[in-house]
Nanobody
C-alpha cells in the first residue's frame, strides 16, 4: 500500500497549462505503474494516462494525446501530468492511482480495476 498526495490543480484559461504532481510514500519498491484518472461532475471516472515505473513507457487517452504528458521521477517517487492547450472539457477532479499488478495487455491499465491505491484528487478548472 502507498499513500498518494496530488497537488498542482487550479483554474486556468482555455489554452493554458498546468502541471499536476503526485507524491507516493510507503511500499513503492515493487510498484508496477501509476496513472492519472479524472472525473467531471455527474460523470464516471475516466482514464487519462499511465506510466510504467520500470522503463517509463506511457499510455495516453486519445483526447489528450499531443497535449498531455505523463512522466515520473523514481528517486522522488513522484509522477507528473503536464497539461498543455487545456480545454473547458478538461475540467474535472484529477486522481492519481498506483498499481502493483502486471497485465500483458496494456489495455487493462486504462481501467480502474488494476489500481489499488488512490489519492484524494485535485480540482482542475478550465474557464475563461
Amino acid at each position: 500500500q502507498v499513500q498518494l498526495v496530488e497537488s498542482g490543480g487550479g483554474t486556468v484559461q482555455p489554452g493554458g497549462s498546468l502541471r499536476l504532481s503526485c507524491a507516493a510514500s510507503g511500499r513503492t519498491s515493487t510498484l508496477y505503474g501509476m496513472a492519472w484518472f479524472r472525473q467531471a461532475p455527474g460523470q464516471e471516472r475516466d482514464f487519462v494516462a499511465h506510466i510504467r515505473w520500470t522503463d517509463g513507457s506511457t499510455t495516453l487517452e486519445d483526447s489528450v494525446k499531443g497535449r498531455f504528458t505523463i512522466s515520473r521521477d523514481n528517486a522522488k517517487n513522484e509522477v507528473y501530468l503536464q497539461m498543455n492547450s487545456l480545454k473547458p472539457e478538461d475540467t474535472a477532479v484529477y486522481y492519481c492511482a498506483a498499481t502493483w499488478r502486471y497485465y500483458s495487455n496494456s489495455y487493462y491499465y486504462t481501467k480502474q480495476i488494476p489500481y489499488d491505491d488512490w489519492g484524494q484528487g485535485t480540482q482542475v478548472t478550465v474557464s475563461s
